[in-house]
């Protein structure tokens, strides 16, 4: 191989090597943007030594919510189901649901992007309070224990049985967004104390 195709195939190798760094900090920082869980938004507190539990997990609220609320119309249903009577912080959206949901567009806005995030991540009818010290939180996975416990408050099996239903393998896209708004429209369940927790 001659000096100048040494070269060449150096500066190629050399390039290759570049692009695939710059793939992999692209890839980096986009799944970075959901690394941290959204602040919650809502107004309400909880005594201390309890915590808001996720039935689903917070990513696959926000990941389905972003993938399949895309219309201007279904994104204002659903962020105007979350909010229902209760006071939530909207940033500088405050009282204007149509700014935020326009701040969706591209270019997104961040902030609107991060209030849309928290009111996905933080829908209150996913929510069961109970103790923070649990050995057995699944993280990132459905909580089968919270689910136990929302189902020893909450004896409307009509709305219960919407966890059983999304994890269902044939469980379609139009249903899981009717599930969705379903458990937009209910209030955070309250199981402290109960004995649901305890594994």
């Given amino acids: 191989m001659g000096y100048g195709h040494r070269y060449l195939y ?7 090597k570049i692009m695939l760094c710059f793939a992999l900090l692209c890839s980096f920082i986009s799944s970075s943007t959901m690394a941290a869980r959204p602040s919650y938004p809502f107004s309400d507190s909880i005594a201390t030594g309890l915590s808001r ?3 689903i997990p917070w990513e696959e609220l926000v990941s389905f919510g972003t993938a399949n609320f895309t219309s201007d119309a279904d994104r204002t249903t659903l962020i105007t189901a979350i909010i229902g009577t209760r006071t939530v912080n909207l940033g500088s959206f405050q009282g204007d649901i149509p700014q935020l949901v326009a701040g969706l567009h591209a270019p ?3 902030e609107a992007v991060e209030v849309w995030q928290s009111l996905l991540a ?12 649990r050995p057995d939180d699944p993280g990132s996975k459905f909580d089968t224990v919270a689910y136990t416990c929302l189902k020893a408050v909450n004896h409307d099996t009509v709305y219960t049985n919407i966890f059983d239903a999304w994890r269902a393998p044939t469980a379609t896209v139009a249903a899981k967004k009717q599930y969705f708004l379903t ?3 209910h209030n955070i ?3 402290a104390g109960l004995p649901c927790w305890t594994p």
């Fill in 122 to 133: 933080w829908t209150q009818g996913n929510l069961v309070v109970g103790t923070n010290t």
């Fill in 10 to 16: 150096l500066k190629e190798f050399i390039m290759k």
């Fill in 189 to 191: 369940a309250d199981a």
């Fill in 53 to 55: 539990h996720h039935i």
């Fill in 183 to 185: 458990m937009a429209a």
């Fill in 108 to 110: 997104q806005n961040s």
